[in-house]
């Protein structure tokens, strides 16, 4: 038998023991032993539920029981869970985890401290929610050199912007709607402002490089400013737009952002829409691939922390996790990166055309019918460096977005 404890009965914990209740027995034949929880930490009691029997409210029940083998930490926040986790690693107990916070910023130290006691911190549902990633990343495509890792990593901010483009509705309108069912906080300030987006590829940029990436040193834009006009225009172009998380290799650099993007038809990201998630990974050698899945919710984070929670109990005694050093690895500033980008402004092109291009170079204008007093243009490839000097010329201009590809 192979006892675990569950810190944390909210909407992943609860979910973590559904898992286990409804698939238990093909669970079991895949440990090839019985995975059996001993405790729930919560700080509430829930009388008529049938978990209430193993509910504790003392952690050191917890960390201080031989027979726990296994902790599920499912918190959320940086604290308490960062002293609760750590302190069940040095008691020599694996951990697996969905908390982003917590492995943004302290993955390599509690990585560390896993590998020196010959166990295993997992954290697959830190990411991508139900979509396997990090265990790719971990297993499948360790003889590849990642190049670069693009992708749509909020259910909240996609289904908003999937409902713009395709409704027509304006974003105030669309986050009351994501609030209503559910798929954004009343505080959507995590999702809509891409600090959820940002701790997640913080993570996967640390998982590739070998090296602690902060999320607080990536460059991070979200979709508050992305209007139903932007839209339009993205039509208009045969493109949409999409809230990208991006990590690419630059010789001995990481460039990793997260921002709004204009994508065309051909971008494999370009139909994934509504709160499905999907991460692009190019490896030197593999090549392209695509995983694709409900990047949120319940029972799909549940999902990829109880295969957590397997992959642990199948190697009760030896450490089978990738690790990052501690070390930071030094970000490509944002000004030396170069793409193309699409750029909305006052006035008429045959006016402002010439003055234009004697900045940004050629330009590409798209005119829409329905917006008489502006027009938008798509410049060349150049340095968001460059393009900031450019525009301090046009106080004019009303709004810009990136264009990959």
Same mark, same amino acid.
């Given at each position: ?16 023991? *559904? ?128 190049? *670069? ?91 949409? @737009? ?79 996790? %990738? ?21 909305? @402004? ?22 829409? *019918?329905?917006?008489?007093? *502006? ?7 150049? %340095? ?22």
């Amino acid at each position: 038998m192979v006892n675990i404890a569950v810190l944390g009965y909210g909407t992943v914990g609860s979910g973590v023991i *559904e898992v286990l209740n409804v698939n238990g027995e093909r669970i079991n034949q895949r440990v090839g032993d019985e995975i059996y929880v001993k405790y729930v930490l919560d700080l509430k009691d829930f009388p008529g539920d049938p978990i209430q029997e193993k509910i504790v409210h003392d952690f050191n029940l917890i960390v201080n029981d031989p027979e726990i083998q296994i902790v599920v930490e499912v918190m959320g926040g940086v604290e308490p869970a960062y002293t609760f986790v750590k302190r069940c690693l040095e008691a020599g107990k694996s951990v697996a985890t969905s908390n982003k916070a917590l492995v943004a910023k302290h993955g390599a130290e509690l990585l560390s401290i896993a590998r020196e006691r010959n166990i295993n911190f997992l954290f697959e549902a830190s990411v991508g929610g139900g979509i396997p990633i990090i265990r790719p990343l971990n297993s499948s495509m360790t003889a590849d050199e990642i190049e *670069e890792i693009t992708g749509i990593l909020n259910g909240t901010t996609n289904y908003m912007l999937s409902k713009m483009f395709y409704e027509g509705a304006d974003y105030d309108e669309v986050l009351k709607e994501a609030q209503e069912k559910g798929y954004a906080e009343r505080n959507p300030e995590a999702d809509v402002e891409g600090y959820d987006a940002c701790r997640k590829i913080a993570i996967l940029s640390s998982l590739i490089s070998g090296h602690q990436v902060d999320f607080e040193d990536i460059y991070t834009e979200g979709i508050t400013e992305i209007s139903k006009q932007d839209m339009m225009y993205a039509k208009a172009m045969g493109m949409t @737009i999409k809230l990208l998380a991006s990590s690419r290799r630059d010789a001995d650099h990481i460039h990793a952002i997260v921002a709004p993007y204009l994508l065309g038809k051909e971008h494999p990201l370009y139909n994934v829409n509504d709160v499905f998630n999907a991460i692009f990974v190019h490896g030197n050698v593999l090549g392209d691939a695509m995983f694709y899945g409900s990047g949120a919710g319940k029972l799909p984070t549940a999902s990829a922390v109880v295969a957590d929670i397997v992959d642990e109990a199948k190697h009760l005694n030896r450490n089978i996790m %990738t690790m990052w050093k501690d070390e930071k690895i030094e970000l490509q500033p944002i000004a030396d990166t170069s793409k193309r980008f699409f750029v909305r @402004i006052k006035g008429q092109p045959e006016a402002l055309k010439a003055h234009l291009e004697s900045k940004f170079g050629p330009v590409e204008v798209v005119q829409l *019918e329905e917006l008489k007093d *502006e027009f938008g243009f798509l410049t060349q490839v150049m %340095t968001e460096g460059t393009f900031d000097e450019c525009v301090k010329e046009f106080p004019s201009i009303l709004h810009r977005i990136r264009v990959e590809g």
